[in-house]
């Protein structure tokens, strides 16, 4: 599931549950797109081929 996912040791996730629909493991341009949606700005972070954020945002 780690390889179907890109899901690595140490990686932070968000999970979106519904009873009904199931569970959603959301990709990072996902995430940075539903934050820019909801508050109207880009994602001031920087993040490398990891994931990881940098800490400038």
């Not at 780690?2 to 968000?14: A, K, N, Q, V």
């Not at 539903?34 to 400038?56: N, Q």
Request: avoid cysteine.
């Amino acid at each position: 599931m780690r390889d179907m996912f890109e899901i690595s040791p140490g990686d932070t996730l968000l999970l979106r549950a519904d009873i009904g629909k199931g569970i959603a493991v959301p990709s990072q341009e996902m995430v940075v797109g539903l934050v820019e949606t909801i508050f109207g700005e880009p994602s001031a972070a920087k993040f490398d081929d990891k994931g990881e954020t940098d800490g400038s945002g």
